[in-house]
Nanobody
């Protein structure tokens, strides 16, 4: 059974940092694109960042560009999201996702086939 398990969420003050991790099990995703999304209460799930299979290419939503960094360690089957200069509007549940069908950058939610259960990030002002 394929599982993606996020960790690292929590409560942080504005301007602070958090590092999210997403560990995959059940299959390897070293040849697949992976990404992070977030969902705030009452809103749709939105794209945050994506990384290609090798980790060479990354892509970010405009709202997080320059503050967040996505990376991966294929030997550990794990993807990370380093979040700096956090703002209250970053408050959301953060989900990692993996695409079984794509190797390069994937932005659209529908191209992702596996999802984690989510981890809450709360940024206080």
């Amino acid at each position: 059974q394929v599982q993606l398990v996020e960790s690292g969420g929590g409560l942080v003050q504005a301007g602070g940092s958090l590092r999210l991790s997403c560990a995959a099990s059940g299959r390897t995703f070293s040849s697949n694109a992976m990404g992070w999304f977030h969902q705030a209460p009452g809103k749709e799930r939105e794209f945050v960042a994506a990384i290609n299979w090798s980790g060479v290419s990354t892509y970010y939503a405009e709202s997080v560009k320059g503050r967040f960094t996505i990376s991966r360690d294929n030997a550990k089957n794990t993807v990370y999201l380093q979040m700096n200069s956090l703002k209250p509007e970053d408050t959301a549940v953060y989900y990692c996702a993996a695409s079984a069908r794509r190797r390069e950058i994937v932005v659209k939610l529908g191209w992702y086939d596996y999802w984690g259960q989510g981890t809450q990030v709360t940024v206080s002002s």
